[in-house]
């Protein structure tokens, strides 16, 4: 089970996998060249929404068609700190599908 972890530090926001930082994945789908961020509705916390579910998922397609809904029920709405599993990504995901239905 992977874990999600955000924290806004004196040098920057750090968002890990398991300890690992988690890609952003712009690759695969960029909305910024800014890296991630939180907190508020913005490209930033779009590209933390996909790089959330992309890791989850693997499906770049659901990843981008759900991010922004993601980001402004999920993201945009952490604290400085913030913790996610897995499981929590996916009921956010089902959430955020369920509403655009």
Known sequence: MKTYLGDRTIDGVIVTVNGAELPDYADVCQFTSA????????????????????????????AKRLSEPFMRDVTANFGNDWEM?????????????????
């Open 35 to 62: 890296g991630f961020e939180w907190s508020y509705e913005g490209a930033a916390a779009t590209q933390l929404a996909f790089a959330l579910i992309y890791d989850v998922t693997g499906d770049a397609a659901l």
């Open 85 to 101: 599993t897995e499981s929590d990504v996916r009921a956010a995901m089902d959430q955020v599908q369920s509403e655009k239905t």
